[in-house]
């Protein structure tokens, strides 16, 4: 009987560690769409709402979320947003490791000031870039990134339709896993985790 | 004396059935009835000048939500995002968008919205602000939006 325990404990227990190995091969899946070719991300340099000049090559070594929204964007923008956020708070001291840059599609409007107020709210450290309209349009053509503003002016006000994914560039510099603009907190955390190894 | 009391018992049921058919037929005559649960919106950004309002509506099949309100907004429009051609658009809803066909219109995120124009002020979370809505069948409906960060 005694012999009988010893034996299922051990099978018990080699049965667990073999499930934890498994565990640790697997590759990760990722929630987003890996980029099967990964090419080095497009070089831009855009001012920032801090007052610096910014670029996704300051921060080799680390992972750059790069995004094109808008501030009068009131659904999906701050659902993409409040995800990033929050999958920061779930990673921990490795978020000081993930750089989110949002670049505005509504240059007239979202001035730096206006871009600072409302990155602020999300996350302290994400950024909001604008500049000069030809030089965004120029950007985002080289992401594959379209915009278009629809009718309206100031007064009025006026929708912007955008490509609303989230790209995320490892550290290598290379353009890697795209996300939905619907991805969660739970499911962002451990792609980031992974990206930065 | 038994059969005097069946009959007491049967007519009393059946005063009590025309009561609830009554009742019935007068909430029927006055449009149909409505639960609105998970009425919330996201914290706004300090100069954010639109948000977004959202809930989710049990109503009669077919019933459909035709405006809203809210002392918060200079404006509202009822709004829905959706992928067009690979763009994130946002556009009035259409009249069978705001259908509930099934008796459910859900209002989220990334879909159907009230969108409100003109913040007053900013939306903090923890706090309420009141919305109006509006069915074609239930009429008006006043409602207490929840300022979460979800």
Redesign the interface.
Same mark, same amino acid.
């Given at each position: 009987m005694k012999r009988l325990v010893i034996v299922l404990v051990a099978v018990v227990v080699v049965a667990a560690a073999g499930l934890a190995v498994t565990r640790s091969l697997r590759p990760h899946l990722y929630a987003g769409t890996v980029l099967q070719s990964p090419q080095p991300a497009p070089e831009f340099t855009l001012p920032a709402h801090t007052g610096a000049e910014v670029s996704p090559a300051d921060h080799r070594g680390d992972i750059v979320l790069l995004y094109f929204g808008y501030t009068h964007c009131p659904d999906v923008c701050p659902l993409t947003l409040s995800s990033v956020a929050k999958a920061l708070d779930q990673i921990g001291d490795d978020a000081e490791r993930v750089h989110l840059m949002m670049i505005t599609v509504d240059p007239e409007r979202d001035t730096l000031e206006v871009l600072g107020d409302y990155m602020g709210h999300f996350d302290e450290s994400f950024l909001g870039l604008s500049g000069d309209p030809d030089e965004i349009a120029r950007i985002a053509a080289l992401y594959g990134v379209f915009y278009r503003a629809g009718e309206g002016d100031e007064s009025t006000g006026y929708v912007v339709d955008h490509t609303a994914t989230l790209m995320a560039i490892d550290p290598t510099g290379a353009l890697r896993v795209v996300y939905s603009p619907e991805i969660g907190a739970d499911a962002l955390a451990p792609d980031l985790k992974e990206l930065l190894g | 004396m038994n059969k005097t009391s069946t009959m007491s018992k049967t007519s009393t049921m059946s005063k009590t059935l025309t009561v609830i058919v009554a009742v019935a037929t007068l909430a029927a005559g006055c449009g149909g009835g409505a639960s609105i649960d998970d009425v919330w919106a $996201? /914290? &706004? /950004? /300090? @100069?954010?000048?639109?948000?977004?309002f959202y809930f989710t509506a049990t109503v009669d099949e077919g019933d459909r939500l035709v405006a809203a309100e809210s002392p918060a907004c200079g404006r509202t429009e009822l709004?829905i &995002?959706q992928m %067009?051609d690979?763009? =994130? @658009? =946002?556009?009035p809803a259409d009249t069978g968008q705001l259908t509930a066909s099934d008796g459910t219109l859900v209002l989220e995120?990334?879909g159907l919205?009230v969108?409100? =124009? %003109?913040l007053v002020a900013p939306l903090v979370e923890g706090d309420e602000v009141d919305l109006t809505v509006t069915f074609e069948q239930a009429g008006e409906i006043d409602l207490t939006v929840s300022i979460e960060? $979800?």
């Open positions: - | $996201r /914290p &706004s /950004p /300090p @100069t954010a000048e639109n948000a977004a709004h &995002s %067009q690979g763009l =994130m @658009t =946002m556009r995120p990334g919205h969108m409100c =124009m %003109q960060d $979800r």
